[in-house]
């Protein structure tokens, strides 16, 4: 007799989800001259010596702005004379929540970071951070005591040169908190690609060594990944040049949210609104070598050619030996050139580049010949 037994099987459901942020981080540099006078007055005046600085903004999803406010403050209520440098980190939110992190210090004459009296200790980095949910309208958050004025004018010729103070703030915003619920596969959604971590690294600025300066912004960047992507940062930081001595560059001849797509490219071979930009990058992309990025220029200018904008476009692509684009543009003219003859267009052409006007010609005419 055999007796059979019968099992049932339960599958359990697994159930889960996540939620992220991405950062978005800005070094900001606010120079102050004439400062000596300034403090010299403040110390023993009875009114309040408040300075704000220009707003500025991390590019954070949420809209995020800010503002430095410098103020003179006594050492307490009994006090008769003014004797600290106070500042503040103040948020442009309105009623929203911001969560930030901030460093703030000074620049000495030799360009080294100043936090209490002291140049910058890089082993204590985690711990000077300041973490905080910005919730209350004009609520700033600082130091009290960020400098003691008698100290700053008896130095002033290393932490005032030329009569200027310079105060920074490295500022990491935060977006509102993103939530996933059931994904299909929590594990397979998130591993993470290498451009991914080198996007990180970028924002997060670890272990940069080299600054970039562009227009009124500053760039912290790696100079090995700046030397395998492009064969011009090679050859600026692989041979006895200024740039690689000081670990500092100056780019006065592009638009710092131009040069902030070159960067995004640079670390992460993706460049968001593309179409916006595709001109002024592909001018970059060609001055730093970066042939990815033309071919990514060229292909967006492509499909956004016009009749309003192809003699503009051919110029550039000539200019710039982007071969593909220019062979492009001129096949979109002579295939419409019964809009474009007797154009304005065609007339500047003729006048800035005669060479270029004739290939254009020829190209009409081997059209009409066949």
């Known amino acids: 007799m055999s007796n059979n037994t019968k099992r049932s099987t339960i ?16 070094v900001y540099k606010w120079e102050i001259n004439k400062i000596e006078s ?23 999803k949420i809209k995020d702005s ?12 009994s006090s008769e004379n003014k004797s600290w440098l106070a500042i503040y980190l103040f948020p442009k939110n309105g009623d929203r929540k911001v969560q930030a992190k901030y460093l703030i210090f000074m620049l000495n004459k030799e360009k080294e970071k100043i936090m209490d009296g002291l140049i910058y200790n890089q082993s204590l980095h985690g711990y000077l951070w300041n973490n905080f949910v910005f919730d209350v309208p004009n609520s700033g958050r600082g130091y009290a005591r960020f400098a003691n004025i008698n100290k700053l004018l008896l130095n002033k010729n290393n932490l005032l040169p030329n009569d200027t103070l310079t105060v920074c703030v490295e500022l990491i915003v935060y977006d509102e908190y993103i939530t996933v619920k059931n994904p299909n596969n929590l594990l397979e959604g998130s591993k993470r690609k290498l451009s991914d971590d080198f996007k990180e690294l970028f924002e997060t600025k670890k272990k940069c060594d080299v600054t970039i300066k562009v227009g009124g912004k500053e760039f912290c960047a790696h100079k090995v990944i700046l030397i395998a992507r492009s064969s011009v940062f090679e050859a600026m930081f692989s041979h006895d040049m200024k740039e690689n001595k000081e670990n500092e560059v100056t780019i006065p001849d592009i638009d710092p949210e131009v040069f902030k797509k070159v960067l995004d490219y640079i670390y992460t071979d993706r460049v968001d609104d593309l179409i916006s930009f595709a001109e002024k990058l592909l001018e ?3 001055k730093y070598q970066l042939q990815g990025l ?8 492509s499909k956004t050619l016009t009749p309003g904008n192809a003699v503009k476009i051919l110029i550039l692509a000539d200019r710039h030996y982007a071969k593909p684009l220019k062979e492009f543009a001129i096949d979109f003219i002579t295939n419409n050139w ?14 800035a580049d005669a060479s270029l006007a004739c290939s ?6 081997d059209r009409v010949q066949n």
């Open 284 to 286: 970059a992309a060609d």
């Open 360 to 365: 254009v010609l020829r190209k009409v005419a």
């Open 11 to 26: 599958n359990k459901k697994e159930d889960g989800g996540y939620s992220y942020t991405y950062e978005h981080s800005i």
């Open 294 to 301: 033309k071919n990514l220029c060229e292909c967006s200018l």
């Open 66 to 77: 800010w503002f430095l406010k410098l103020r003179i403050q006594k050492d307490d209520d």
């Open 38 to 60: 300034f403090l010299e007055s403040a110390k023993s005046s009875t009114g309040m010596h408040d300075l704000d600085s220009p707003e500025f903004s991390a590019d954070a």
């Open 338 to 351: 019964v809009k474009f003859k007797n154009t304005e267009e065609i007339k500047e052409l003729e006048k």
